[in-house]
């Protein structure tokens, strides 16, 4: 069932699923820029840094 379908209907159970399923999504998709995000910059510097 699609949120554009006519026999949907935003009941407290959808808010709930739907509000934790995309603060999940949003965590991860933050998560994912940050480190690849880090990951280019770190590749940009050269590697300054020896380990």
């Keep these: 069932m699609f ?3 006519f026999e ?3 009941d407290a ?3 709930i699923f ?3 399923f995309w603060y ?3 965590i991860l998709g933050a998560g994912m ?3 690849i ?3 280019a910059y770190e590749t ?3 590697g300054e840094e020896h380990h």
């Design 3 to 5: 949120p554009f379908s």
């Design 37 to 39: 995000l880090k990951a």
């Design 18 to 20: 739907f509000g934790g």
């Design 33 to 35: 820029t940050y480190v």
């Design 24 to 26: 999940a999504v949003s």
């Design 13 to 15: 159970g959808h808010l």
């Design 44 to 46: 940009m510097c050269d």
């Design 8 to 10: 949907w209907v935003w």
